[in-house]
């Protein structure tokens, strides 16, 4: 090594870029210095190849010929030591062997030679991955220099290895790069010291002491006219988001968030919703990646943000709400038709998964909903507005054109000139906000953010009002035209998203359940069966798809308890008031009406029988109870159910010959299964009589017994086959028909 030429020089320069090269992938994965270091230190454990790299093999016979000899003097002296028994073992021979080498004046000077060669070979590494980088700099500046940046792919992730290597830097390379990247400094200056930002490990620039002075740097130069630089440090935002652990990447979000928040509040932000939005305009869209950038960490940040300390989350939620409540004082020209930056959120997350996320765990939701009733409770109080307004617009609708009209939702588009219209953004935000409530109705904590007072409004708005709102949607919002978007805009339809928020109300149990157990929500439930019975006119797009929706709450609240009690007595027993019946009386009343075909709104109806269908399910929740039926007896629905079944058993018996040709046959064969399925489903509804002595005597008095039981056992048969068997259910009624000898007959004869 006395003679270190350049030849040496440039096969050791080799040998380390041979390994480097092939240790690249782990060390681009290790999020701090600390961490490369840690795995370079255990490559020999880690990689089987690590004796065959040529940088290895040299070391190797480096130290041979460089202590080689003393290694062989020491084993020997240890060897004779060992056999004049003052040293034992193979153990200690090693460690004796090696503390003696180590303390040679041949390693000292070997090391201090080595150290010095790789000084020189690592420094001119470095230094050639600098001419490297700016030769490609300049080549670049020749091509798009966007076709490889962080949004060419509209994502809020660069590629797959963060463009590619790390660049360590040391405390005072750092200092330099913070200088170099101030909004003073000229253009060019800022854009290499950018360059470099990019190749620097995230977790070493945000455990600098350099970092706040940074990060004020890089959230002014998010605001640069220059899209290209705006750009470089989104994509450093998005390096840091997927690989910075949570305790440092909060503070790169909380700082995109404020320069978002800076940005809405600016003289140069002017959009507002009566315009619209065009997504295609190069502005909107690359403000549109920033929010998605937020977004996109608000989802994923819930999973980690456990394992830190609650004021860290607190920083991340608190910049999520201040941000999001954003808006222009009243006495602003354009307060009320400001486009906000939640509008920019729901075209983004429309059905509010990030506060789904949120809420999800008892440690954020206690904090989130802390902050909403303390500093942020507009956003709720706007949300709530964004819904009474939508529904007060439905109204609107209703009494102008006598139907509601599909007048706010997305329509198909050119796809290469996406835009959204003032009524399109509003819909899209009321189903952000529709979501968003939904979801924190759900929580005690949430409820107690009610009331919300509302502006031109005297009253404040409950949770039964916003239930008795959310009920309301069913029937009185847009109906979708059969296009091909149908499939897509039926999931954000207003219909089909409380449907949802109810389902899961009546799914939960104690307080949750019980806020739908009111007069009002009922009330409003019943408005459309009771328009009906009453021979009111009905404005009602889809009027079939919304009775059915009506019956499956009716039956999901019936089937429990304090709701069962609810329906049959009201709230305060008001089943002997005649101006206000119980719901029990209106549900009976019109689902007599529905199989004696005695609605002229339905007539004709296709799927008229599962409207049936659906009512009797919730006739069958009450009736399955003594208090139930006994409050059924006098409509004497047992009779109208039985006469149903014997008028399509009738039918069915009566099977059409197909006449020659494909259609006819298909029809037949079509109309033949939905009468087997209507029929099966009356002597369903029959059967479940038997769930009482009572119910049993009136199942009797149909002359349907044996009917029904065969129906049951072959029922049962199927159910057994696909281990579907509910065993409980099936006892109870077995037990029960089987106390009457007609009941034991009929058992028998069905096997």
Avoid at 182 to 187: E, G, M
């Amino acid at each position: 090594m006395s003679h270190f030429t350049s030849e040496d020089e440039a096969l050791l320069q080799s040998m380390l870029r041979q390994l480097l090269h092939s240790v690249k992938e782990k060390i681009t994965r290790a999020p701090s210095v600390e961490c490369a270091e840690e795995i370079l230190m255990h490559l020999e454990e880690t990689d089987e190849n690590f004796h065959n790299y040529e940088f290895v093999k040299y070391l190797r016979q480096y130290i041979n010929n460089t202590v080689g000899s003393v290694i062989e003097e020491e084993t020997e002296k240890c060897t004779s030591a060992q056999n004049q028994g003052e040293v034992s073992g193979y153990d200690t021979l090693v460690q004796h062997v090696t503390k003696k080498t180590r303390e040679s004046k041949q390693y000292g000077e070997m090391m201090h030679a080595l150290k010095n060669i790789m000084m020189v070979v690592v420094e001119s590494l470095i230094n050639k991955f600098e001419e490297d980088r700016i030769r490609n700099k300049e080549t670049s500046k020749t091509k798009k220099e966007r076709q490889s940046g962080y949004c060419t792919d509209n994502c809020s992730d660069s590629d797959s290895s963060f463009n590619h290597s790390y660049a360590f830097m040391s405390q005072e390379q750092l200092q330099m790069l913070v200088e170099r990247l101030d909004p003073l400094q000229p253009k060019e200056v800022r854009q290499e010291a950018l360059q470099m930002l990019c190749f620097a490990p995230p977790s070493d620039i945000l455990n600098s002491e350099s970092w706040p002075i940074l990060r004020k740097h890089l959230t002014m130069s998010l605001a640069d006219p220059d899209a290209t630089f705006s750009e470089k440090i989104l994509k450093f935002y998005a390096k840091t988001f997927s690989s910075a652990p949570f305790n440092m990447s909060r503070e790169v979000y909380t700082s995109l968030a404020k320069h978002l928040e800076l940005y809405f509040l600016s003289g140069e932000y002017s959009l507002c919703i009566s315009a619209g939005l065009d997504v295609s305009n190069t502005d909107i869209s690359y403000l549109l990646k920033k929010v998605r950038l937020l977004n996109e960490y608000q989802k994923e940040a819930p999973s980690s943000w456990i394992r830190h300390p609650e004021k860290y989350m607190e920083e991340v939620v608190e910049s999520t709400l201040s941000l999001l409540s954003l808006k222009h004082e009243p006495s602003h020209p354009v307060s009320s038709d400001f486009l906000s930056p939640v509008y920019f959120l729901a075209l983004l997350d429309i059905k509010a998964e990030w506060f789904k996320k949120w809420t999800h765990a008892y440690y954020s939701r206690t904090v989130l909903f802390r902050l909403l009733e303390k500093k942020y409770k507009s956003l709720i109080s706007a949300a709530v507005q964004q819904c009474v307004d939508y529904f007060e617009l439905c109204k609107a609708a209703v009494n102008k054109h006598s139907r509601v009209s599909d007048f706010s939702q997305p329509h198909c588009r050119d796809k290469q000139n996406i835009s959204y219209t003032g009524p399109e953004l509003q819909y899209v935000y009321f189903v952000h906000s529709l979501c968003l409530l939904g979801r924190l109705l759900i929580y005690k904590q949430g409820r107690n953010l009610f009331p919300v007072q509302l502006k031109n409004k005297k009253d404040s708005v409950s949770v039964t009002d916003i239930l008795v709102l959310f009920t309301q949607l069913i029937y009185c919002s847009p109906s979708n035209p059969k296009t091909a978007l149908t499939t897509h805009t039926d999931s954000y339809s207003p219909a089909s998203l409380v449907m949802e928020i109810l389902q899961v109300f009546c799914d939960q149990t104690g307080s949750t359940a019980e806020c739908l157990y009111k007069d009002a929500v009922i009330d409003a439930l019943l408005h459309p069966v009771q328009s009906l019975l009453s021979g009111t006119e009905v404005y009602i797009n889809c009027l079939e798809t919304t009775l059915i929706d009506v019956a499956d709450i009716l039956a999901r609240i019936a089937a429990e308890d304090d709701g069962l009690s609810l329906l049959l007595y009201g709230e305060k027993e008001k089943a002997g008031r005649e101006d206000s019946p119980a719901a029990v009386h209106v549900i009976v009343q019109f689902t007599k009406k529905l199989l004696h075909e005695d609605i002229s709104l339905l007539s004709g109806s296709k799927i008229l029988p599962v409207v049936k269908g659906a009512f009797i399910f919730v006739c069958r929740q009450m009736y399955r109870t003594c208090e139930g039926l006994q409050m059924l007896i006098p409509y004497a629905l047992h009779e109208c159910i039985g006469e149903a079944w014997k008028k399509t058993s009738l039918l069915s018996e009566r099977v059409p010959t197909p006449v020659t040709g494909m259609d006819s046959t298909s029809s037949v064969r079509l109309e033949s299964k939905n009468s087997l399925l209507w029929e099966e489903t009356l002597l369903d509804a029959l059967l479940n009589f038997s769930a009482t002595p009572k119910g049993l005597f009136l199942l009797h008095s149909t002359g349907a017994v044996k009917d029904s039981v065969n129906f049951m056992f072959s029922s049962l048969s199927k159910k057994i086959q696909t281990n579907e068997c509910k065993e409980f259910g099936n006892k109870m009624i077995v037990t029960q028909i089987a106390t009457t000898p007609t009941g034991a007959v009929a058992l028998q004869s069905s096997g």
